[in-house]
């Protein structure tokens, strides 16, 4: 293998400079060079084909820095439609056109999809990425557990029930870079909220990302909300109603996180703003999952608890509440991520110079060995009708009747935040934070800087 290419698709991440950088890294080791497409599959399906070198004479370039969050490439939320030959017989000209041996797409569940029908023309390997933490499978028979049903004319899937409880050992890809950060931006955001909730007597709703995966609003723990509400238990607003009123009889107030995908005991998305808004990978889009709680929970209160409490006048002004929204995937990564992040970029070109094809690289934990590097046939991850799913946090992680992690959810999470945050993090925010340089100096864009270096097909 002579040239590959590499793209960031799908939601960015704090972690993808840090993949990028480890591919990049592995790939001068083994004297292959590395063409980065601009703007993930929107850049691979342009008919000028925007790239970049990414390490001339085997050298990486230096606007390439693994600590700086998001996507020195540029992503975007185009996907390859597998329907559409069109589009791979283009894709395939362009790297005839470019002399490229093979594809390393940085991406989640989506991208990894969009890749499947690239994998039949050209090698094409996956590195994972995802805040969410969704992408790979709790055990791996998994993928047979879907069902497909027609309701009201329209073609639905369903879980069947699995597993009762999983073996952490036996999750394929333990964690995925992205998460670590994003659960480090949660909590530390639930502990602020805490203390102006407890000063105000407020009831405080935080509503943090991860789609139809509760493993964000799991990890949000460690900020310790009261309660944890996650998208794959159904809510019981009888029981919450009534944590909720012994927890605020006691304390005076309450923090609750909810994932932005719950649903309602009628199975609904609260927060889906309506079944069609879908983005362009088919992910229902979410807004408002907190307010709609606030509504709910404010109505079963009512005004008369409170002002038995002689805190506030209406249930309306006693809850506020917050998304923690994009900050979660923002800013530098924290030291997993880093680490794990080049890691698997490394791994991913291994897995092409090794001549595998539609592979993905893994993170894997089990007790005796900690975490260590692995890849998995994509093919393993679809469905019968060869659809990869997003994974669902198991419930056996999440105790519903505490609202908070079971005591294997704990087990869960300390392997992977343990040591999450290095010296080095720390040192970075006494250093940097407050710099007076950064009053002096304006934002400087590597990303603008990498612009100097974009080349096309007609160049
Ligand atoms: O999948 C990553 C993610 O951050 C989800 O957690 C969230 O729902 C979504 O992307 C937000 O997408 P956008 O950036 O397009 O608003």
Not at 72 to 91: C, M
Not at 413 to 432: Q, T
Request: hydrophobic share 40%; net charge neutral.
């Amino acid at each position: 293998m002579k040239r590959i290419a590499i793209l960031t698709a799908g939601g960015d991440t704090p972690a993808l400079n840090a993949t990028i950088y480890g591919a990049v890294e592995r790939a001068n080791q083994h004297k292959i060079e590395v063409l980065g497409f601009i703007r993930g599959f929107a850049g691979l399906l342009d008919t000028r084909a925007p790239h970049v070198r990414l390490n001339p004479l085997y050298q990486t370039i230096p606007e390439l820095d693994p600590c700086h969050g998001g996507t020195l490439l540029g992503a975007s939320r185009t996907y390859i439609d597998p329907s559409n030959r069109e589009q791979v017989d283009a894709v395939k000209r362009t790297f005839h056109a470019l002399n490229i041996d093979g594809l390393l797409c940085i991406g989640g569940d989506g991208t990894l999809n969009g890749m499947q029908p690239l994998s039949e023309a050209f090698p094409c390997v996956l590195a994972p990425k995802t805040i969410d933490n969704d992408l790979g499978l709790n055990y791996i028979d998994e993928p047979n557990e879907w069902a497909l049903e027609e309701v009201g004319g329209e073609r639905r899937y369903r879980r069947l029930p699995g597993r009762p409880e999983v073996r952490l050992a036996d999750i394929i890809n333990y964690a995925t870079p992205g998460y670590a950060t994003a659960v480090f931006v949660v909590a530390q955001g639930v502990e602020r909220i805490r203390t102006t909730a407890e000063s105000h007597r407020r009831i405080a709703i935080i509503e943090v990302m991860g789609r139809e995966s509760g493993y964000i609003a799991l990890g949000s723990a460690y900020g310790q909300p009261d309660i944890i509400l996650i998208p794959e238990v159904p809510l019981d607003l009888d029981a919450l109603e009534s944590r909720l009123r012994e927890l605020y009889s006691l304390q005076k107030h309450a923090v609750i996180v909810v994932g932005e995908g719950v649903v309602g005991p009628d199975g609904k998305q609260l927060g889906a703003i309506s079944t069609s808004s879908v983005d362009p990978a088919g992910n229902v889009m979410f807004s408002g999952t907190a307010e709609h709680l606030k509504r709910i929970m404010a109505k079963r209160l009512g005004d008369d608890f409170f002002r038995m409490h002689r805190r506030h006048e209406s249930a309306e002004s006693v809850f506020f509440t917050r998304k923690v929204g994009h900050t979660q995937r923002g800013g530098r990564p924290i030291r997993f991520d880093r680490f794990y992040a080049a890691q698997l970029g490394g791994k991913a070109v291994d897995l092409l110079e090794q001549g595998q094809n539609n592979a993905v690289a893994t993170l894997q934990w089990c007790e005796e060995r900690g975490f260590t590097l692995d890849s998995i046939d994509a093919n393993h991850l679809r469905d019968q009708w060869r659809i990869i799913h997003p994974r669902m946090l198991h419930t056996s992680l999440y105790d519903a009747h505490r609202f908070q992690p079971s005591k294997l959810g704990c087990q869960y999470l300390m392997p992977i935040f343990d040591s999450a945050i290095g010296s080095e993090d720390v040192e970075f925010i006494r250093d940097e934070l407050f710099s007076a340089g950064s009053l002096l100096n304006r934002y400087q864009s590597k990303n603008v800087a990498l612009q100097k270096r974009v080349q096309t097909l007609h160049d």
